[in-house]
């Protein structure tokens, strides 16, 4: 059996399943944004529900929050990802807790915290509790609306305690496996200690944490379950909207929520098209 | 190598990690809290009254929160054990191999773990709707291999990368069967990368909420599913135990497998190389 | 222009039940190439780390020009170490390596570019400023390093292992180029090696560490004609080693009676001489010459290696292959053991 018959056996169920599933999906969700679907007699592609959509004010404004909600969350957590890395680096008392913590956070599936989040930070919450034992505040409603509100703060402190261990460890890893030599070379050759992690250390693990960032916001961008519990009615975040175009009595929306869909899959094909022009590394091999 | 680190520095250093200690555990808190909760109303700082209604209802038959959790627990086993069988040959091909048209096949196989559920599983849902395959649980693990699958061939092949086939060659011509050689070179070889990967592909499945809400149509309630009915309903201590409970089987897996997730695992480095 | 000076260096490390370091000392005058020379896990790298700054020691104290530097960052110590490994930034091109610590200290960029372009030129890769790293071959990445490090005129440079990484022809090539570079600069270089023939090809004189004490600092012939001890001279390929009671002139041992040159220690101790050192064939009778039967004749090509016994006592020989063509095992010959080359340990 020759070399390529057996690579391609090897990958043909695996590749099954993505095509069929995974690409499938997409392409009948195009074909139906389309109102294009032969099989139950529509025969005749329009753009009707994309014109809905792009003349919707709603849309604009869901888009531009889920954008925002995903621009922040994703900065945040890149940045004080990479000074947990750091701080994980060396020893200190605590340490193992923290490493053990960062890896626990990651079993702990978004839903969760995010109903966490809404028992302390709503406005009869414990932080609000909190103030009002401190007589910062008199009444709940004196609590600033960090949930269902339209900054959208809570989601984005939500995402930003899931992704920081997620980015971190991934950063942590990274850093181990460059080891410290490059960085004694560079203070040996006269860098001070922030002069080394700017052009030393950085350069070096960035290519990690983009990757990581580009995952962090394709998801943070598509989620539904967490603005669902954690956000506004109005405007909602694009998934939210999506799904809730898709499950309207009205069965016209759902090519609506399909073209939505596949606003969503275009803004994530950037995002892999980012991913692969800048990322150094591909899967080992 | 020891630095020479003041003492400010070294201060610094605890004193943040005692932060991100307190503000990693912080949200878990006040669902522990409500679950043992008999009413605790604003502006208590701790509940009144304690009880263990909410632990009692869950545990119940009636409240169908133990169904849940096998039903969810059965799921994301099925859909972890397809991922791994259907992994370890993708990943072989891609760690041990170059060919052409490499590169477009792990951007293929990629995809699925940076586009959302959400754009994808509208189509599946009216396609399904015609295959009949809404609203069962087969439907649910099937749609949960497209997150789960990719983040196991990743893994596979990061571990596929680091291995030498001369070691099955060797086995092959010492008489053993391409069956037996898989079972006692390969499989050895390669187990870290299938607990690592298996435990990633678990958690993934876990943890889906908008695939199982739109394939299994509310009729397949998982754990999230009814985690989220009772927490946009207000039973704040009842959504507290499910919530306890949700978390509990990664917990185990992570303290089970806690080795194979340190930073020099060559699982782990595959998967940190993303 | 610098001088070194190590005193009394100690390293242990956590949960060690020997020292890494065991009260080393040592002075190594300006401007000259020293290597520290100990096989694997003997200190000498742990030795250089505390130089540069990258380790600190459990005590002792090292010195630049009379004055502790232990209280210094590594970047501010002006010790500047070429690791084995070269590790040129691999996402910066050789001129921005080259020019890196330049950089760090703020000097114009217009300058950088000339003094980066006069030091390639003067490690002869004159065209190579705009390529990566990973385009390079490892010849040409050590003298990148080296390029990158003798820039900033540090006060010392440390080199790890510098010529083990290189084919044999190119050993001799950067050996010359070191050694006109460390002349031309005059800095003062240490250099760490676990390869006796590397010491001994590049330095200026050699100090052999073995587990983590120093055993002998000198120049290079010395550890040959003039070893400290038994194990000082074994690591050097010295051979034979034989019991006996000295009186300054004579050595009394299973050999008879040997005479020695003069300022030989006297005492109880062995005798000891280098296989190359010993004379067979067309020798007469005289001093020192004994009456040898050849045990195994092991050919090597540009020598050929002799096991011999005197009077029961086996002794090796190293000689050309011509000298010995017409002997074979168990055949007897007179060998000849000239004075100069004893040596009492």
């Not at chain 1, 009205?250 to 094909?269: K, Q």
Request: proline share 5%.
């Amino acid at each position: 059996m020759s070399d390529r018959t057996k690579i391609f056996l090897l990958l043909l169920p695996a590749m099954f399943i993505i095509v069929v599933l995974f690409f499938g999906g997409l392409a009948i969700g195009l074909m139906r944004s389309f109102n294009y679907m032969p099989v139950i007699g529509l025969t005749d592609p329009d753009f009707s529900a994309y014109i809905a959509v792009f003349t919707d004010r709603e849309f604009y404004l869901s888009f531009a929050l889920t954008f925002h909600i995903a621009f922040t969350s994703t900065v945040i957590s890149s940045v004080l990802a990479i000074g947990a890395a750091l701080l994980l680096r060396r020893s200190f008392i605590g340490r193992g807790m923290v490493n053990f913590l960062f890896q626990l956070n990651l079993t702990v599936p978004h839903l969760v915290g995010a109903i966490g989040m809404l028992y302390l930070f709503s406005q009869s919450g414990s932080f609000a509790r909190l103030a009002a034992e401190f007589e910062l505040i008199a009444g709940p409603a004196d609590f600033p609306a960090l949930v269902f509100d339209p900054f959208a703060i809570g989601i984005i402190l939500q995402y930003v305690w899931k992704e920081i261990p997620f980015i971190g460890v991934i950063v942590l890893a990274n850093m181990q496996s460059i080891g410290e030599d490059y960085e004694s070379v560079a203070r040996s050759l006269g860098a001070s200690k922030w002069q080394t992690f700017r052009h030393v250390l950085l350069p070096l693990i960035f290519p990690g944490v983009l990757s990581a960032s580009v995952m962090v916001f394709a998801f943070t961008f598509g989620a539904y379950e967490i603005p669902a519990i954690l956000g506004a009615n109005f405007p909602a975040a694009l998934p939210v909207l999506a799904y809730r175009k898709y499950t309207d009595v009205d069965l016209a929306a759902r090519p609506e929520a399909m073209a939505m869909a596949i606003v969503i899959a275009l803004l994530s094909a950037l995002m892999i098209y980012f991913y692969v022009r800048y990322s150094r590394r591909r899967i080992r091999g | 190598m020891s630095n020479k680190e003041s003492l400010g520095i070294r201060s610094f250093r605890a004193l943040t990690g005692a932060f991100l200690i307190t503000w990693l555990i912080l949200p878990l808190i006040p669902l522990a809290i409500w679950s043992f909760a008999k009413g605790w109303f604003y502006p208590d700082l701790l509940p009144r009254n304690w009880s263990l209604r909410a632990w009692e209802y869950a545990m119940s038959d009636t409240s169908g929160v133990l169904d849940s959790l096998w039903l969810t627990i059965w799921i994301s086993l099925a859909a972890t054990a397809l991922s791994i069988l259907v992994g370890i040959p993708a990943g072989r091909a891609l760690g041990m191999y170059k060919f052409k048209g490499k590169e477009i096949v792990e951007l293929m196989i990629l995809a699925p773990t940076i586009v959302p559920g959400i754009a994808v599983v509208l189509g599946i849902h009216s396609v399904f709707i015609s295959l009949g395959l809404n609203n069962t649980i087969h439907g649910v693990i099937l749609v949960h291999l497209i997150p789960t699958l990719p983040y196991m061939v990743l893994v596979m092949s990061g571990i596929f990368s680091n291995y030498d086939p001369a070691f099955e060659a060797q086995a092959r011509s010492l008489g053993a069967s391409p069956l037996k050689t898989f079972w006692y070179v390969t499989l050895p070889a390669i187990r870290p990368g299938i607990i690592v990967g298996g435990l990633f592909a678990f958690l993934v499945s876990w943890s889906q909420y908008i695939l199982t809400l739109l394939i299994g149509g509310g009729r397949v309630e998982t754990l999230p599913l009814l985690l989220f009915n009772f927490a946009t309903a207000g039973r704040n201590d009842i959504t507290g135990a499910i919530g306890m409970i949700y978390i509990l089987p990664g917990i185990i897996i992570l303290l089970l497998t806690a080795k194979h997730l340190s930073g020099r695992s060559g699982a782990v480095g595959g998967f940190g190389q993303i | 222009m610098t001088h070194v000076s190590i005193k009394e260096l100690t390293k242990v490390y956590p949960g060690a039940d020997a020292p890494a370091l065991d009260r080393l000392s040592l002075e190594i005058p300006t401007g000259e190439l020293t290597a520290l020379l100990g096989p694997s896990g003997c200190g000498k790298t742990t030795t250089m780390k505390m130089i540069a700054g990258l380790l600190e020691p459990t005590s002792g104290d090292v010195t630049f020009d009379d004055r502790s530097v232990l209280r210094d960052r590594p970047e501010d110590r002006g010790v500047v170490m070429v690791f084995q490994n070269y590790l040129l930034f691999p996402y910066m091109s050789v001129a921005d390596n080259v020019g890196f610590g330049l950089k760090m200290r703020k000097i114009d960029p217009a300058e950088i570019k000339q003094r980066v372009g006069k030091m390639l030129e003067l490690v002869k890769l004159p065209d190579l400023g705009d390529r990566k790293p990973s385009a390079l071959s490892g010849g040409q990445q050590q003298r990148v390093a080296l390029a990158r490090a003798l820039i900033v005129q540090p006060n010392v440079l440390l080199l790890d292992e510098p010529l083990s990484n290189l084919d044999a022809h190119l050993r001799f090539e950067m050996r010359d180029l070191i050694r006109s570079l460390q002349q031309e600069m005059g800095i003062t270089t240490i250099f760490v090696t676990h390869d006796q023939e590397e010491a001994v090809v590049l330095a200026d004189r050699v100090a052999l560490i073995l587990n983590g004490q120093m055993k002998q600092y000198d120049k290079a012939d010395a550890f040959y004609k003039r070893p400290i001890d038994e194990a000082t001279a074994r690591f050097f390929g010295g051979h034979n080693f034989i019991p006996g009671t000295s009186d300054g002139q004579t050595f009394d041992c299973a050999l008879g009676k040997l005479v020695l040159p003069e300022g030989a220690a006297s005492g109880q101790g062995k005798l000891t001489f280098r296989p190359e050192n010993v004379r067979i064939g067309q020798t007469q009778a005289g001093e020192n010459v004994l009456n040898a039967q050849i045990k195994d004749i092991m050919y090597m090509g540009t020598q050929t290696r002799l096991k011999l016994t005197v009077t029961g006592t086996e002794i090796e020989a190293v000689v050309n292959p011509n000298e010995i063509e017409a002997h074979q095992v168990n055949d007897t010959l007179p060998i000849h053991l000239p004075r100069p080359t004893l040596w009492v340990i």
